[in-house]
Nanobody
């Protein structure tokens, strides 16, 4: 079992920056991939950014590439999302996500991001 707690959501002006953080606890040694997803009203949940543990491979949605950056603590207990040059379409609920080596997935409860003008 892995527990995920997100923080850092809130209001941000268009063009501004916001940092999200996810704290992991539990069986974190078995985590293979860590990342962030988001969901806006009326839309499906989509991948924003992920990082794979063994090879530190980072993957980004095309819509955020060059604006967002995913990073993790040296002990892999935290995964952060640095959001820059935010756009209105970046609004939504952001979820921390991990996939274990055996394929089991865990989700956080989400943190809401609202981009304002």
């Amino acid at each position: 079992q892995v527990y995920l707690v997100e923080s850092g959501g809130g209001l941000v002006q268009a063009g501004g920056s916001l940092n999200l953080s996810c704290a992991l606890s539990g069986a974190t040694v078995r985590v293979n991939i860590m990342g962030w997803f988001r969901q806006s009203p009326g839309k499906q949940r989509e991948m924003v950014a992920t990082i794979q543990k063994n090879v530190e491979f980072r993957k980004y949605a095309e819509s955020v590439r060059g604006r967002f950056a995913i990073s993790r603590a040296s002990n892999w207990q935290t995964v952060d999302l640095q959001m820059g040059s935010v756009k209105f379409e970046d609004s939504g609920t952001y979820y921390c996500h991990v996939r274990m080596y055996d394929g089991v997935e865990y989700w956080g409860r989400g943190t809401r991001v609202t981009v304002t003008n």
